[in-house]
């Protein structure tokens, strides 16, 4: 209930005996814009004053009083509000400063040398700028002239002028060049990717999508026996995979398949003696419940998860089996999975690889997360589908896929050339003319990295691979017998226009020429550059998951923060440098299995006793050490990360947004604001899981 108080006599105090009228606008629709008259008018009620609502009902002075402390303890709330989250921020910004913690390799150190020394350029730039916009020197007009010797006055004033005339002549026209080529392919991308999008409308129209003919595995005798189903083998590559072990063994042993026809796998390439010891032990409790499991361990891991993959191949019994699917440790397929995928093998020997796609469990855990199933939804949705269907080729994602043995022995097998084997072994099996099935309603759960840290980590892997893969394939593909469309998909689209032009021209237009622009005006970027052409490009990527709409300004911002990230890569595995090479395992967080877990706890529970009464006494305390090891609280984590390169692109266009405003700019001011706050977050770690 509102507190009591009577403002009536302090009103009619305030209210001077007689003078000129108050008018008085309200914008709350209960209410019209009135004229309040003196005590002595005709119009006044005394000192009370009269007013008249749209109802025509009489409010007094003490009502209207009410109003306007009310809206002003609104007023008050929202300002309070925004000074909270300001604060909130700055402490935050604080906090990383104090606690700074700087990536410890040595990557784009190149790079960051010159965001430094273009930001200090830029804000020498500024300051002399803000000296001539101070004594008006500034020209309005983009046709300036250069001031004659008549109407120079001073040093300052002539070596603006020279400044001018000098960036007229030599500094405007490369930067013009550079920004012709940059929106050239930034028009061509955004076509190809209109052309994507026009063809997954066209599938899902049509409704298209690969079919199995009859029941492949209905026996023809009366018996049911399994002779109809292929031998399958499962491998399942980890190192250090202590979050999420079990749940991918667990999940692998229970695909509905006969066990006679079925081996799995477990490569571990561990070097934590404890994650050795329980893997060992999970595959042993599942051997002892009748599943067709084996543990491989190698002690020397070269070649990263290709040699992994390539040592377990060379097995004598691996000759026996027509098919191996391949699931990555933090992957849980379905029961169900191998009954979806092999059979599109059946009948189709030209095929030889069975795609699935990823589904993920954590999603919906922070900003990063979504941002991610943005981006990975149109990877499946679209591009692989669309390659799928009219193509038949598509890269490889590295799991939740099943291959014929045979296209992988024809076609050489796993390399450990590079750092993407997986689109390495599925470029070469196109070559040799293997087609390859993408299902876009086979979906196997997983997760994605929920720091920022680990996603950056990923990110550099997965765009210097191709790099290095293009170099490794491109005279492989020239001599190849396929025909000339299908080179030229591979090497103009699959490679150049996805893997280097994209990084290119999203770092090069808007990180680079954008913010370079405000301090050269005769290069400015046109609106539909910078605004138009992006929303449109960034809300198609987003139709694939449209519960991300609202996140479609954070999207697109964060997608150009990252092509510093994407550049760095792409240069390095372009050029071969040595942060191309380095593979560093997706670090989990085990969210898949806190609920798979739970859920199985009960019912692993009698099967573990029966399991523990079989062991002898040294290996049950053995195995009752290593599950109290397991349970022991996690070490602390990490303090999260400063990012130099970012922060200097994020003082970058913050300079360029200050100077903007000198140009009365008004959408590249906002959009050079907004990215270099984008760039200050991600600079700080403030996006994403916060590790400490």
């Known amino acids: ?163 001018l005339s000098f960036r007229a002549d030599y500094i405007a026209y490369p930067i013009q060049s550079l920004s012709c080529f940059c929106i050239f392919l930034f028009v061509v991308q955004s076509v190809d990717r209109l052309v994507l999008c026009l063809g997954c409308l066209y599938i899902k129209w049509k409704k298209i999508k690969p079919t199995i003919d009859g029941d492949p595995f209905k026996p023809d005798d009366v018996e049911g026996s399994s002779s109809d189903y292929p031998m399958v083998l499962v491998q399942i590559p980890m190192c250090n995979e202590r979050e999420v072990y079990e749940q991918s063994i667990s999940a692998v042993c229970q695909i509905d398949w006969p066990r006679d026809r079925l081996l799995i796998q477990v490569l571990d390439d561990s070097d934590d003696e404890l994650v050795k010891l329980l893997i060992a032990a999970e595959v042993s409790k599942w051997s002892q419940r009748g599943v067709n499991i084996i543990y491989r361990h190698r002690s020397i891991r070269t070649g990263y998860k290709a040699g992994n993959l390539k040592s377990a191949m060379s097995c004598d019994y691996v000759k026996d089996y027509e098919f191996v699917a391949i699931f990555d440790a933090d992957f849980t397929p379905n029961p169900d999975f191998l009954k979806k995928t092999v059979p599109h093998f059946k009948g189709n020997p ?20 979504r941002l ?139 990180c680079i020429i954008l913010p370079l622009s405000m301090f050269v005006p005769e290069a400015e970027l046109p609106i539909w550059v910078i605004c138009y052409i992006p929303v449109i490009m960034s809300f198609l990527n987003i139709l694939p998951a449209p519960r991300s709409i609202p996140f479609l300004v954070p999207y697109l911002l964060f997608e150009n923060t990252m092509s510093v990230t994407k550049f760095n890569a792409m240069v390095a595995g372009l050029f071969q440098l040595g942060s191309s090479y380095e593979w560093i395992v997706t670090k989990k967080a085990g969210r898949s299995s806190e609920s798979d877990l739970l859920a199985a706890a009960e019912r692993d529970a009698k099967p573990m006793q029966q399991l523990l009464r079989g062991v002898s006494d040294s290996e049950l305390i053995e195995l009752t050490k290593l599950k109290k090891q397991e349970e022991a609280p996690a070490v602390k984590r990490k303090e999260n990360k400063i990012y130099k390169k970012e922060l200097a692109l994020a003082l970058l266009l913050l300079t360029a947004a200050i100077r903007s405003l000198l140009s009365a700019q008004g959408i590249h001011f906002y959009f050079l604001l907004f990215q270099g706050v984008s760039f200050l977050l991600v600079g700080l770690d403030l996006i994403g899981e916060q590790m400490s």
């Open 1 to 163: 209930m509102a507190p009591s108080l009577d403002l009536g006599d302090w009103w009619a105090k305030e209210i001077p005996g007689g003078g000129t009228p108050v008018v008085v606008t309200m914008q709350n629709p209960n209410y019209s814009v009135l004229e309040i008259d003196s005590p002595g008018s005709d119009g006044g009620g005394g000192g009370g004053g009269t007013f008249m609502d749209k109802g025509g009902r009489g409010k007094n002075a003490k009502q209207f009083t009410w109003v306007l402390l009310l809206k002003a303890h609104r007023a008050v709330g929202c300002v309070a509000w925004l000074a909270a989250g300001l604060w909130a921020l700055l402490g935050a910004v604080r906090r990383r400063l104090l606690l700074r913690q700087s990536p410890s390799d040595d990557k784009g150190r190149l790079l960051f040398r010159f965001l430094r020394a273009f930001l200090l350029l830029s804000l020498a730039m500024l300051a002399f700028e803000m000296v001539a916009y101070l004594k008006g020197w500034h020209f309005k007009n983009p046709n300036f002239r250069v001031p004659e010797a008549a109407d120079i006055r001073g040093w300052m004033y002539i070596a603006y002028a020279s400044w």
């Open 372 to 510: 991610q199933n943005i981006n990975l939804c149109f990877h499946f949705e679209v591009e692989q589908q669309v390659n799928g269907n009219f193509l038949n080729f598509f890269g490889f994602n590295g799991t939740a896929g099943v291959w014929r043995i045979q296209a992988l022995e024809e076609s050489g097998g796993w390399l450990e050339r590079t750092t993407v084997e997986d689109m390495d072994i599925a470029v070469r099996a196109h070559l040799d003319g293997w087609k390859f099935i993408f299902l876009n309603d086979v979906k196997v759960l997983c997760e994605v990295p929920e720091s920022y840290e680990v996603y950056r980590k990923q990110q550099h892997r997965w765009h210097s691979g191709p790099m290095q893969l293009f170099r490794l394939c491109l005279p492989a593909i020239i001599k190849s017998k396929i025909s000339i469309w299908k080179k030229a998909n591979l090497i103009l689209l699959f490679f150049l226009l996805r893997k280097l032009i994209l990084p290119f021209y999203s770092f090069t237009l808007f």
């Open 350 to 369: 030209e095929v030889g690889l069975v795609q699935a796609r990823w589904s993920f469990v954590n999603k919906d855990e922070n900003l990063l997360t």
